[in-house]
């Protein structure tokens, strides 16, 4: 079954830490995967995608197929990077559809 | 300024009560969803479309319906609340020529008393 882990609810660091959220899949075709984010009181926004090889906010993320994982990568945390971020993979047969998964806070300490 | 639009933003109503979310987008997107999301939770598919007149059922069973007979309108109508369907709902539309990126609503915060 298609599915997508992010084993840590919550993610603290202090600004100018690395950070890294962690994402996991399991889908047995070739993945389409994907970061949304959700600031504090706005609506769930794409952040990246991982077709795209971009960097957005200073955000990247590889796709490693070996470990099946799609990690969310910042060098330097900044406060307004505290939100709700998600992972999302793409299901491209009978469905299509972005599967999410459960989302992991990241608070940015001052 | 094109968006997509849900109203009401929260509900608070009476079991028993018939109800209906609106989603509404003036993207020209082909696609629309409904996703149902708990506190702490990850984001469920309850309904799809493809298009006009095109309506699919999602993973997560639901007793809510759904129509599509415009494009750019995609209610999602309880008739009869109960307790259990207190959640947020949350609409998204894409386009099928684009690389699958969903544009989302606000989010309707539904209680059920």
């Known amino acids: 079954a298609q599915r997508v882990t992010q084993p840590e609810k919550l993610l603290s660091v202090f600004k100018g830490a690395p950070v890294e959220l962690k994402c996991n899949y399991s889908y047995s075709g070739s993945p389409e995967l994907f970061w949304y984010v959700q600031y504090s009181r706005q609506r769930l926004q794409l952040l990246l995608r991982?077709?795209s090889r971009e960097s957005i906010k200073g955000f990247t993320a590889d796709l490693n197929k070996g470990e099946t994982s799609f990690h969310l990568k910042k060098p330097f945390a900044q406060e307004e990077d505290s939100a709700m971020y998600y992972c999302a993979l793409y299901r491209s047969y009978n469905t299509d559809k972005l599967i999410f998964g459960t989302g992991t806070r990241l608070q940015v300490f001052p | 300024e094109a968006d997509i639009y849900q109203t009401p933003r929260y509900l608070v109503i009476g079991t028993g009560k018939k109800i209906t979310l609106e989603c509404s987008q003036t993207m020209g997107h082909d696609k629309m969803y409904w996703y149902q999301q708990d506190p702490g939770m990850e984001l469920h598919l309850i309904h799809y479309?493809?298009?006009?007149?095109?309506?699919e059922k999602g993973d997560l069973s639901s007793e809510s319906t759904v129509s599509r007979i415009r494009t750019e309108h995609f209610p999602l109508t309880l008739e009869s609340a109960r307790p259990s369907h207190t959640s947020q709902y949350l609409c998204a539309s894409s386009q099928s020529t684009d690389n699958y990126g969903y544009t989302f609503g606000s989010g309707t915060r539904l209680t059920v008393v």
């Open positions: 479309s493809y298009g006009v007149n095109s309506t």
């Open positions: 991982h077709i």
